[in-house]
T-cell receptor, first 117, second 115 residues
Framework: GAGVSQSPRYKVAKRGQDVALRCDPI?????LFWYQQALGQGPEFLTY????????KSGLPSDRFFAERPEGSVSTLKIQRTQQEDSAVYLC???????????????FGSGTQLSVL | SQELEQSPQSLIVQEGKNLTINCTSS?????LYWYKQKYGEGLIFLMM?????EEKSHEKITAKLDEKKQQSSLHITASQPSHAGIYLC???????????????FGQGTILTVHP
């Protein structure tokens, strides 16, 4: 596709519900990232995929957060038993670059705004 | 404390004025990215600086990296309403000189340009 696509754009969940956020990266991009952006803050790293392998999940805040990229393209971020503190914009980014390779810029999607009531 | 501090946190200027946004790191910088974000949208890449003393320009925006001071500055000349948005700096913490995009971001600077 032309850019990184994320869906849904907005998600309202009741506390305790499970949610799934989808990211469709730019075709051919090896690396895929999930970032969490709280209101008024910069994005914070959650997790990184190189193709289908999740190489870094050091930023996931709890074991309620789970991400997958089974075929090395589309990725899903799942949050179980959502809490109010999970309310944020979840950004997906992709890149040609990969761990150990030359630096390349990240292409970001428009994000999914999650509100937990 | 923040690893990356941006200043100012917000800025209001009249169209046509020049402005500078600073990004200071508490840790060693191995690369610095500048992004722009509009409300409800993703981040748009502006510049990537990799070496101390490096300076890049695109249209009316210039960014510099001072490795010794662990600081980067973003300068906009003759600002326009289209420059309004949130400017974010992102630091590359990879000491090996290669990176796959795991960035630490500052809190952002909100720029408003009045016509």
């Amino acid at each position: 596709g032309a850019g990184v696509s994320q869906s849904p754009r907005y998600k309202v969940a009741k506390r305790g519900q499970d949610v799934a956020l989808r990211c469709d990266p730019i075709s051919g991009h090896v690396s895929l990232f999930w970032y969490q952006q709280a209101l008024g803050q910069g994005p914070e790293f959650l997790t990184y995929f190189q193709n289908e392998a999740q190489l870094d999940k050091s930023g996931l805040p709890s074991d309620r957060f789970f991400a997958e990229r089974p075929e090395g393209s589309v990725s899903t971020l799942k949050i179980q038993r959502t809490q109010q503190e999970d309310s944020a914009v979840y950004l997906c980014a992709s890149s040609y670059s990969y761990q150990g390779a030359r630096k390349e810029k990240l292409f970001f999607g428009s994000g999914t705004q999650l509100s937990v009531l | 404390s923040q690893e990356l501090e941006q200043s100012p946190q917000s800025l209001i200027v009249q169209e046509g004025k020049n402005l500078t946004i600073n990004c200071t790191s508490s840790k060693t910088l191995y690369g610095l990215y500048w992004y722009k974000q509009k409300y409800g949208e993703g981040l748009i890449f502006l510049m990537m600086l990799q070496k101390g003393g490096e300076e890049k320009s695109h249209e009316k925006i210039t960014a510099k990296l001072d490795e010794k001071k662990q600081q980067s500055s973003l300068h906009i000349t003759a600002s326009q309403p289209s420059h309004a948005g949130i400017y974010l700096c992102g630091a590359d913490r990879d000491a090996g000189g290669t990176s796959y995009g795991k960035l630490t971001f500052g809190q952002g600077t909100i720029l408003t340009v009045h016509p």
